[in-house]
């Protein structure tokens, strides 16, 4: 079979079928009549301008679904699914079949290994059937309907494919069960808006003929990627990039799958999120050095800057990657969206920070603070024992670089935590009201009121000045940084908080960015 590298002419074409799509008021859905309101129609139809943005990447989607949709439709209509499912696998992995998302989700519907399994797919060393069109369709089709026993609303069963029926129940409740119209407002959740784009944006550009065709080859029986290519004169090589579910390019006889045998004119970016670059980084002559064009480094990774207008590909494209590698590196999904000014890194970011700890401010969450530090989220969310969904609040201390220790919530702003509604005057010997807190003292956890907390501190540095004991030599000086605590100061030279507090005569544990901590080094 002969092949040839289409000529890109084609690709300017797809979109001249008119501007780009706007948000309707109503449209349907799965048998459903949505109401659109202006809020959700203004974030929607941003989306759909972003997905119609640049001509090429949009152009080689409207490809690839032309070219994977008929099997989808089919598979669809034996398991009785509603068709418009389908630009669901454009939003989930823009039809790649070996697309990942940074929770390792794989493949054209983005399953994670225990649910493709759970859908009857093989997942292994040697299958995985995540990124076989035919398999994978099916078990998307079998999830969707699983999801829609417990709603009888596909809008709900769609939303549950991205949180699970149990997350879709517990925010969702009862009150749509069953209903033929449904109001798609602000407060719709952001997965189901983001499919209305991807259809909106879609389904009027799937018009003329496809560019490529696939011809679905089933076996049962035992062979080789390799011999499947010389049965249809192709190189191996071929055959294999549109066949990545078999792994190590054998075909095992334990069930019946489908090889897709690629016949037609094809561009080298079919299979792939993005071309990657062979260009070299434009390096600027200036007086007072040589510099390379908007290229930084953060914790020694090179990053780039987001332009106005920059989309994902765009992005990868100029740091010369591919955008599934772009991806990864930056822990981020295909729908992820691009704000002009923010840094996107162009390689792996590094296992630890430089800063040993940060405080959370208002705003930040754990992927900013991964992308300010250029340290890799889960390494991040490992380091501080969260799970996957966990969020942080303002004034939280993260660990940075190391463990944080277990059953300690260290180190805090301040460790003796009062109620909002209570107030304490530090320079007296009680409160108005005993208030259990669990503090860190010579490293050791305590609960116990707050007012004795303070009576000891204050005993142990209220009158004689302190003083240096034998064998420790002059005083070095700490300068306090935002991220400080006297429990992390305390841990990075092996002292004290008690003896942090007696060496500079405080009497709280409020700290100022700054100030000069004396440290009596041993």
Known sequence: MRFFAAALIFFGAAVSYGQTP???????????????????????????DALTQHPYYFNMKVERAKT????????????????DFKYLALQESALISDAVSVSDAVGFWQFKDFTAEEMGMRVDKEIDERMNLISATRGAARYLKQNNFYFNNWVYALQAYQMGAGGAMRAVGDKHNGAKHM??????????????????????????????????YETDKKTSLDDIAKEF????????????????????????????????AYDQNFTKLAIASSASPVIVKTDEATITEGLTFINEVPVIV???????????????????????????????????GRHYFTDKKKKK???????????????????????????LKKYNRLAQADVVKPSTMLWMSTMKPPREEVPVDE??????????????RGTSKVIETEVMVDDQAMVQPTSAIIENIEASTSSKPSTIEPGVTEPILHEVKMSDTLYSVSRQYGVTIKELMEWNSKKDFNLSVGEKLKIMVR
């Open 183 to 216: 109001e798609i407002d602000k407060h719709t959740y952001w997965y189901v808006k983001k499919y209305l784009a991807h259809k909106i944006a879609f389904e009027n550009a799937l018009q003329g003929e496809k560019q490529l065709t696939l011809l679905p």
């Open 22 to 48: 706007e948000v309707p008021h109503k449209m349907q859905f799965a048998g459903m009549t949505l109401t659109i309101r202006d809020d959700a129609r203004r974030e929607i139809q941003k989306d759909v």
């Open 233 to 264: 004169s192709l190189t191996s090589e071929t055959i294999a990039e549109y066949n990545k579910w078999a792994r190590k390019g054998i075909i095992p006889g334990d069930r019946k799958y489908t090889v897709l045998i690629p016949q037609g």
């Open 68 to 83: 994977y949709f008929p099997f989808i439709e089919q598979i669809f209509k034996e398991e009785r699914l509603p068709d």
């Open 415 to 428: 460790i003796a935590v009062l109620d909002a509604e209570e107030e304490f005057n530090w320079g007296s």
């Open 353 to 379: 920070a430089e800063e040993p700890y940060h405080k959370v401010v208002e705003g930040e969450n754990l992927w900013s603070i991964s992308q300010e530090y250029g340290i890799r989220l889960r390494r």
């Open 306 to 340: 987001a332009r106005p207008g920059d989309q994902l590909t765009a992005l990868a494209d100029r740091a010369g990657i591919g955008l599934t590698a772009f991806i990864r590196y930056n822990d981020i999904s295909i729908d992820h969206v691009v704000r002009p």
